[in-house]
């Protein structure tokens, strides 16, 4: 996971109130945050945007702007250092990415405040025009949402915690700017209303960010300008691209890739215009929502914008907290502590949420960048930190079991140790596969014995395997220019559809085998096969079968009255060559969880 550094000063002069760095990391750790060390940061400003970059004075000085991507052959010159704390990005918790939101949360922990963060947002005069296009498949990036903010006059401090929180928002919660990606920019240089639309990749031109005096189309970013190259593929799938544009016409970003270099934040900004653009409503909402509470942590002054989508007109952002309701027994019993309501209010409210009683429960409000909150129980694990895992007195169970493997693992166990002494070599593959690569290489189509996953991340993960060949044949295909024979092995589960079962899907643990070389054949798979059938003494009856992905009267169906099944034979020459393999190939393929 990424690592941020959280100055040491500028945390204490945000609490108030001077902590030593022992307490700092104490209390980080209570929270949940993964601190990786204590150092002392090198700052240098990059020429073209003017943020100040760090590196451990230990490291080499930048020669590349992290935020714009500008890039010199000579280092940036340093302009200060400063005494961090290090510590792992926690994914679950973007409100915990910057400095504003560990002091708000360290506040309530370290006793300084309690209760709920209130966040005033009056209304601003920015209107954003929301073109329908947007919603074609052609340029598809539909939800948008915005904010201005009010910060005092920016100093590099201030600059550097406002980028930094912007790339650790676009990993924490956007996945790398695919979901959700933020804008930020100086709205002194922006005349309302803006538009979002779409425009010509290559009959239009602008100036990006940390190229001053350089105009180029949107492609010539993507194939030039260090961040295009770097995000290219987000927009590769489109036709037209996104862009914010002002009603002059000036450029204001294009969306996920980069801002334009006239309306870039400077040493001195105090007006602050925010985008968040995406493929996910949820993801866009809540990027906004915790960059905007970060920045009110800051001294920011947060301000609504009128968003005219092509079927609403609403105000953005939203930052009434969420609700829900929880029970004291409940907590008690899942946390299995004690302590009394006054207590348990208490410790709720050191984690910055509000409690009021409701009838025989309380109602609990959370703020509006609490993007963790799904459930009681998360507000259970608060109350947990609240009350403080050191103060947490461990006991022994009153009942003690001994743990012990599962019988496929005890199965498998014997089979592994069976074929290693083979002078097979095991290997592991992924569940998930195309279609292409469990059926059509191997000459079968797809029939209605696997499982389909309804929304894949990729063509590649589009199926369940239901056979174990696949890991086989493509690593003899990335191994064809070894010497040969090569045999090896793999024991892993495969999905076949069951109706009678809840799931409607039921899970197998599967051995298959196969060896590569000039004197492959069946009668070699056939004492392979033997062997392991002895070695987890099952007696099985070999039946001819015809299948397409073996050679005709090269093939065995095996079985027995138990349940066992399983497939043996020398695949067919068109498969071998679908895997530009030169030599024949023995596999076979055992059920095991049906001998257990």
Known sequence: MPIIAIGVTRLNNLLGKEFS?????????????????????????????????DKLLSDDPPKRCEFCGFERETPFTQIGSDKVIRLDLLAARPDLFDVGGLSRALKGYLNLEEGLSEFSVSESDVVVEVDAALSQKDTYRPFIVCAVVKMPPIDQNLLRDIMKLQENLHWGIGRDRKLASIGVYNLDMIQSPITYTTVDPVKFKFSPLGMPGVQMTPKQILEEHPKGTA??????????????????????????IINSEETKLTIGSSNLFIDVTGITRDAVVKSLDTLVSSLAELGGKVQSVQMHYPDRKVRTPDLRPGKIEI???DALRWLGLEMTREQ????LKKMRLNVEPKGQAYLVSYPAFRTDIKH??????DLAIGYGFPNIQTKLVPTMTIGEARKEELLSQIVRETMTGLGFMEIMSLLLQSEERLFTKYQTEPGENHVIVENPKTIEQKVVRNHL???????????????????IFEIGNIVLIAPEKETRAAEYRHVAFAIIGPMAGYAEGRQIMDALLNEIQQEVIYEPESHPTFSEGRCAAIHNDKGIWGRLGELHP??????GLAFPVVYGELRLTQVI
């Not at 068109?574 to 895997?579: D, E, G, I, K, T």
């Open 231 to 256: 995000y290219a593929h987000l927009l590769a799938p489109y036709r037209r691209y996104p862009l914010l544009k002002d009603a002059r016409g000036l450029v204001l970003s294009m969306p996920p």
């Open 574 to 579: 068109q498969v071998l060559n679908n895997f």
């Open 469 to 487: 060949m696949t890991g086989i044949m493509e690593t003899f295909q990335k191994n064809k220019r070894k010497a040969v024979p090569q045999k």
């Open 344 to 347: 348990f209010v208490k410790y």
């Open 376 to 381: 009681q129980v998360d507000i259970f694990e």
């Open 327 to 329: 029970k004291y027994e």
């Open 21 to 53: 760095n022992e307490n700092l990391v104490d209390a980080l750790e209570q929270l949940g945050c993964d601190v990786e060390d204590t150092a002392e940061l090198g700052l240098y400003a990059c020429p073209a945007c003017q943020t100040p970059n």
